[in-house]
Each structure stands twice: as C-alpha cells, then as structure tokens.
C-alpha cells in the first residue's frame, strides 16, 4: 500500500531542515496565512496552535490525501507574545527586553489529513533563561548573526546560544522550531510512520522552493 504524500506547509528552510532529518520525502508548500494576531487578547501559546492548524489546513485544502505539517512559534514573556524582530532596532527592544528574564518559546505543529478527518495540533513549550546582556554583547550578536527571522531575535542553532543561561524543553529540536518527537507522533496518528513508510506519494507542491530565513 502507497504512503501517503508528506508536505509540509511552511516556507522556512530551519523547518524543512529539521523535517529532513527523518528521511521521509516530503514536499513544501507555502501555506499564505495571515499571522496576525486576533485583537482580544489572545494569548501567546493560543496564537502559535491557531497558526499551526491554519497552515495545516491551508495545504490540505488543496492536497486532501496529503499528511500535511504546519508549525509557529511564538515567544512568551510574561504573557505578552514576542515575533520576529524584522529590523535591527526592533532586535535590540526585544534582546533588551528579555535579558535577565525566563521567556516561554511557544512551539506549536499541526497535522492535518483532510480525507481521514484527521485535525490535530500540540504544543512544546520551551523555557528559556536568558543571561544578563550589555548592550556591546547585544550589538554583538545582531551584527554577526542577523536573527531577524527568529522569534525573539533568538537563535538558539546558532550564535544564539551565547545568550542563554538555560534551557527546558522536552525536545531540544522545539526550540528551533519544529518539535521532531511530536510530529513523529503525529504523523504515525496520520497514517504515516517514518520508520516503516519511507517512500511517499507523489503531489504537486514545490519540493525545492527557494528558502530564505526562517519564514511561517
């Protein structure tokens, strides 16, 4: 019996390079969703599961039978959601911001098989201490890293590493955006087990797009 098609609705080559490591085919597809976030106070963890599960459905509509990944992350400090920085002085506001402070990276992945009925989304949270940082280690780092597409200017994979004091997490991978022992887990929910299934059927999206930053 043929795999299903594995996709994973993202634009971010990190995702699609930890997604590799289980050396199942996929293709990527970019999902187009807003990711504004609702205007009554929708909370941080909240925002990054409704992300996850859009992007999933967003693809699935247009490949049914596919196992189609979605995933965000967005950074909590003391409730308030923290995203991409985009521009060097909004980094600055946030690295300032979180220095010295825990900040909850809110990791969300959705699976979504639309012809199964399958519709399902986890969090990995990961609590993150930041050190103490002058404004020399913070210029520093934004120079010779450029994390502008990361979630809290924080690149963990990285020079980010530098920053931190510690870091909880269940899965060392939901930090860097794409939780693997979770989408393992649901992929095999989906119907499709990357130990056993390793040639997966054929679909239309893009399975080598052009990948710049960490994208949605």
């Given at each position: 019996?043929t795999?299903?098609a594995?996709?994973?609705?993202?634009t971010?080559?990190?995702?699609?390079?930890?997604?590799?490591r289980l050396?199942?085919?996929?293709?990527?597809?970019?999902?187009?969703?807003?990711?504004?976030?609702?205007p009554?106070?929708?909370?941080?963890?909240?925002?990054?599961?409704?992300?996850?599960?859009?992007?999933?459905?967003?693809?699935a509509q247009r490949?049914?039978t596919?196992v189609?990944?979605?995933s965000?992350?967005?950074?909590?400090?003391n409730?308030q959601?923290?995203?991409?920085?985009?521009?060097h002085?909004?980094?600055?506001q946030q690295l300032?911001?979180?220095?010295g402070h825990s900040?909850?990276?809110?990791?969300?992945?959705?699976?979504?098989?639309?012809?199964?009925g399958?519709?399902?989304?986890?969090?990995?949270?990961?609590?993150?201490?930041?050190?103490g940082?002058?404004?020399?280690?913070?210029?520093?780092y934004?120079r010779?890293?450029?994390?502008?597409?990361?979630?809290g200017?924080?690149?963990?994979?990285g020079?980010?590493?530098?920053?931190?004091?510690?870091?909880?997490?269940?899965?060392?991978?939901a930090?860097?955006?794409l939780p693997?022992?979770?989408?393992?887990?649901?992929?095999?929910?989906?119907?499709l087990d990357?130990?056993t299934?390793?040639v997966a059927?054929?679909?239309?999206?893009?399975?080598?797009?052009?990948?710049?930053?960490r994208?949605t």
């Amino acid at each position: 019996m043929t795999a299903p098609a594995l996709i994973l609705a993202s634009t971010s080559r990190y995702r699609r390079e930890l997604l590799e490591r289980l050396q199942v085919p996929f293709a990527v597809e970019a999902p187009g969703v807003d990711e504004t976030p609702l205007p009554a106070g929708e909370t941080p963890a909240a925002l990054a599961q409704r992300l996850a599960l859009q992007k999933a459905h967003a693809v699935a509509q247009r490949h049914p039978t596919a196992v189609v990944i979605g995933s965000d992350q967005v950074a909590d400090l003391n409730g308030q959601a923290i995203g991409k920085p985009l521009t060097h002085e909004r980094a600055v506001q946030q690295l300032r911001a979180m220095s010295g402070h825990s900040v909850v990276f809110q990791t969300a992945v959705a699976v979504v098989r639309q012809a199964s009925g399958i519709a399902e989304v986890r969090l990995s949270p990961v609590v993150v201490r930041f050190r103490g940082l002058s404004d020399t280690e913070i210029e520093n780092y934004l120079r010779r890293e450029q994390p502008y597409d990361c979630a809290g200017s924080a690149k963990s994979e990285g020079l980010g590493i530098t920053l931190l004091h510690s870091v909880q997490s269940s899965d060392p991978t939901a930090l860097i955006g794409l939780p693997l022992t979770t989408v393992c887990e649901l992929m095999r929910l989906a119907g499709l087990d990357p130990l056993t299934d390793g040639v997966a059927g054929e679909v239309s999206a893009n399975p080598h797009p052009s990948l710049i930053g960490r994208g949605t």
